[in-house]
Each structure stands twice: as structure tokens, then as C-alpha cells.
């Protein structure tokens, strides 16, 4: 996972909070020099990002960019926070006075933005200086918690751990889709070519048989050596029936 270094967090605030109105000159702002990172990161990776390569996506020069978009490090910040603006534009949130619901329509969001952005899963939080996209999505996603019986400080032990579940699985399962062959599905071809090889490596087949056991239901169900997006549709609903079990025993402390 890469790390976010190397960052003037004092001049990444102003990058963050200002005003970005197009350049008379060039035609360009931050906004718009972000949102071409954006969608050259989605197509082709964030190694993809360069200040040449965005500078001639832009037709301008690399100078042009400086004053807009700060360095390259500022940019992926700045990529990060345009992006979780956008995270509810394609799953609105949930209005629904059912709080399962609209935790729910977190994860669905989360999860969906991941797999439209992969490049975000490979990058450490770290301690983020927060832009008004980040800041907006925060703002949402505690407004769904608010008022469901959690503390403050529970919401948001909450939310980080939502948030976890949901992108170590969308990473997982992003890692998978790249190692199948383009139009390959499942994993029963490829399991097939390795199978005598690793079983003959392994030897006596007792050795691991719970691991050979499940490893086998799940080839059998799924088709799959590995389902991380069922490991996140079971584990959200696991998070939701823990959050409503200690909902429940809070409710019955209060009244004894």
C-alpha cells in the first residue's frame, strides 16, 4: 500500500479550501486538472499520473500546472478529495428511518466507489488533511449514525470500522478481478492446471483438512479460490447485527 508523503500540509490546506476559477490564460483550474487525474488514474492506474502526462493531457506546460494543483503528492490529495465528494452521486444516501438501511446504503456507496476509483485502495490514510469533499462525505456518513443510540465516539469508532471492512474487501476483491485472464469468471480452469502440482507438494492431504474441506465448498458454491465480495456482503450483515445487538444491550442497561 502506498504511503502519502512528502506533503506541505499547510499548502495543500489553501489547494483544498480556495476558490479555483478558471485561468484566463490557459483555460485550466484545479478542479478541472483533478478531475482529468481522476479519470487517467481510473483508466490507467495512479503510476499514470504525471505532471508531463497531465500537462499534455491539458495542452499546457508542466509550469502551468504548478500554481493550480501544487505538486504531484498535493494532486493525489486533491484527486482523493474530489472523489469523496462524488461518493454519493451515483448511491444516494438512504432516507430511510431504518438505520440498517441507511448504514447499509454506506457500505453500497463506499464499496461502489471503489471499484469506479481502484487506485484508492492502494493509498494509507495516514493522518488525511481534510478538503470539503472529505469533509461533505464525513458530515453524511455521521448524519446516517446520528441518533441511532451511539455515542459520539462510538459513531465513529463506527464509521472507521465500516469503512475498513469495505475497502479491504473491495481491495481484495479488485486484486482478484486483475489476476483472472480478460472474460475468465472463475477460478475452476486455473485451480484445475495447479491442483495436481500443489496437492503433490502438500503431500499427506490430512494435514490441512478443515482448510480442505472449506476451500472445497467454496470452489463448489462460488466457482472461486477466494469470494472476497461475499466475505463483504456476509460481513456488513454480521457488522449490522452486532451494531443492533449492542443497541440492545445499551437500551436494557439504561433501564435497569
Request: aromatic share 6%.
Amino acid at each position: 500500500m502506498a504511503k502519502r508523503a512528502g506533503i506541505d500540509e499547510f499548502k495543500l490546506i489553501g489547494l483544498l479550501w480556495r476558490e479555483s476559477p478558471v485561468s484566463p490564460r490557459s483555460g485550466i483550474s484545479t478542479q478541472s486538472i483533478t478531475a482529468l487525474a481522476i479519470a487517467l488514474a481510473d483508466s490507467e492506474g495512479l503510476h499514470a499520473v504525471t505532471i508531463r502526462r497531465l500537462a499534455q493531457e491539458a495542452g499546457v506546460t508542466a509550469m502551468a500546472l504548478y500554481p493550480h494543483i501544487g505538486g504531484r503528492a498535493e494532486l493525489v490529495e486533491l484527486m482523493l478529495d474530489q472523489v469523496a465528494g462524488t461518493t454519493y452521486e451515483t448511491v444516494p444516501l438512504s432516507e430511510s428511518a431504518d438505520w440498517r438501511d441507511r448504514i447499509t446504503t454506506i457500505a453500497e456507496a463506499n464499496w461502489t466507489s471503489c471499484h469506479a476509483h481502484p487506485w484508492i485502495t492502494d493509498l494509507a490514510v495516514g493522518r488525511p488533511v481534510p478538503g470539503p469533499g472529505a469533509s461533505a462525505k464525513y458530515e453524511t456518513e455521521l448524519r446516517a449514525l446520528d441518533g441511532i443510540g451511539l455515542t459520539d465516539i462510538e459513531m465513529e469508532h463506527t464509521l472507521t470500522a465500516l469503512l475498513a471492512l469495505v475497502q479491504g474487501t473491495a481491495r481484495a476483491a479488485l486484486a482478484a478481478r486483475d489476476s483472472r485472464q480478460p472474460g475468465e469468471e472463475h477460478d475452476t480452469d486455473w485451480w484445475t492446471n495447479i491442483e495436481p502440482t500443489l496437492t503433490a507438494a502438500i503431500g499427506d492431504q490430512a494435514r490441512f483438512p478443515i482448510a480442505s474441506r472449506v476451500s472445497r465448498s467454496l470452489g463448489k458454491v462460488t466457482g472461486k479460490a477466494n469470494d472476497p465480495e461475499g466475505a463483504y456482503r456476509r460481513g456488513i450483515g454480521l457488522f449490522l447485527d452486532g451494531i443492533e445487538r449492542h443497541l440492545e444491550t445499551t437500551t436494557a442497561s439504561r433501564r435497569r
